[in-house]
């Protein structure tokens, strides 16, 4: 019997571990700071859902980070961490590029636009009520305990998506100003070679010159 308990015990421990997340939480002012360390953003829309293959394909409207040259991109499911985009909605992600051009959205700040499977919802406050009014006044509660909790994500969302656009401007302006200093210093590197080939030409000639005048005398 000992035994027995012993395998039940062993088998719940590790189901338990198995099915277990290890996501840290991440705060509302660093989502877009933690976001930008994966290897691709963008912002895009759910455009088909399988639930058989357990894959989302999303529609990219705007990149911030990482090269894709198709315009849409599918997520397959990885385990628990994995956010489940099944809403056809709109949605920030920030994820990893698989090697088949696939995504992975495990435990990253990625954001829809309405809180459905963006992350999870906190209860609401419990109220003390009695009588016939008792499931209405709970009704409502719950119904601006959501409108509340609503408005809070399209915040999250609306600011996300402004310090992506300055993210994706500032590196922009930083390609730019690179491949200015490029151009610039390829246009002086063909300048002093030209210098140079006109210096030695101009040597050569001078040679020439000299080496008639000596002929002539």
């Not at 385990?79 to 435990?107: E, R």
């Not at 402004?162 to 590196?171: A, G, H, P, Q, T």
């Amino acid at each position: 019997m000992k035994l027995k308990h012993f395998f039940i015990l062993s088998f719940l421990f590790i189901s338990n571990y198995s099915f277990s997340c290890d996501c840290k939480p991440i705060d509302r002012e660093n989502m877009v700071e933690t976001g930008l360390k994966f290897e691709i953003v963008f912002y895009g829309e759910v455009i088909k859902v399988d639930s058989i293959k357990r894959t989302y394909t999303f529609r990219i409207i705007e990149l911030f980070k990482g090269k894709y040259n198709s315009q849409f991109i599918t997520q397959k499911y990885s385990g628990n961490c994995s956010i489940i985009p099944s809403a056809k909605q709109l949605w920030i992600i920030y994820a990893t590029l698989n090697n088949d051009k696939t995504i992975d959205v495990s435990c990253s700040p990625s954001t829809g636009f309405k809180p459905y499977g963006s992350g999870s919802m906190p209860p609401p406050p419990k109220i003390k009520i009695s009588q016939k009014i008792d499931d209405q006044i709970r009704t409502l509660s719950f119904y601006a305990w959501d409108l509340k909790f609503e408005n809070r994500n399209l915040q999250d969302w609306i600011y996300q998506l402004e310090k992506l656009r300055i993210y994706k401007s500032l590196e922009n302006q930083k390609s730019e100003k690179e491949k200015t200093e490029t151009k610039i210093a390829t246009y002086s590197q063909y300048i002093i070679i030209s210098l140079i080939v006109n210096i030695v030409l101009f040597l050569v000639l001078i040679f020439v010159i000299l080496r008639k005048k000596n002929l002539v005398k």
